[in-house]
């Protein structure tokens, strides 16, 4: 079974992230939802939960200066194999910033939970694991005709 942690940047606007918590594990996985963290809490928790993948939602703050801090922190507990899967609010321009740092994919509105899972279904399967750019979903992308999604009602 995939161990995913679940984090957030913030304790606000939380439906999007409860909704997409309850969608992995749908799809059968065991999702830790740590709620709002720091990038070291996020690290300790990846550690002690021994965990597959790392999911970062990012609200309210910068996402490049957000996973530098986190992957630093990963580091330094040697985690750095964990990929890292962000969602949220994520403008397009830094995607690829984000991808260079080791971020396998990137979910923004709109995104569909099942594709979600599949894709990290996907790349659990994977290796090595590789960024896929089909996971590039950004807000000013329109939301996926049909099936449940990650937004807020």
Do not use: C, N, W
């Not at 899967?85 to 995104?111: A, C, N, Y």
């Amino acid at each position: 079974m995939i161990r995913f942690l679940l984090a957030s940047d913030t304790s606000g606007h939380t439906a999007g992230y409860y909704v997409v918590a309850q969608g992995l594990r749908d799809a059968g996985m065991e999702v830790i939802a740590l709620g709002h963290s720091e990038p070291a809490g996020v690290a300790d928790a990846a550690l002690q939960e021994d965990v597959d993948f790392i999911g970062y939602r990012i609200s309210d703050r910068d996402p490049v200066a957000l996973i530098s801090v986190l992957r630093a922190a990963m580091a330094e507990r040697d985690i750095s194999q964990l990929p890292i899967v962000v969602g949220g609010i994520v403008r397009k321009s830094v995607i690829p910033s984000l991808k260079e740092m080791g971020v396998i994919g990137v979910f923004g509105p709109g995104s569909r939970l099942p594709d979600i899972a599949a894709f990290v279904f996907a790349h659990k399967a994977a290796a090595p694991m590789e960024s896929d750019p089909a996971s590039e979903v950004s807000p000013e992308s329109p939301p996926s005709a049909g099936g449940r999604d990650a937004r807020s009602s």
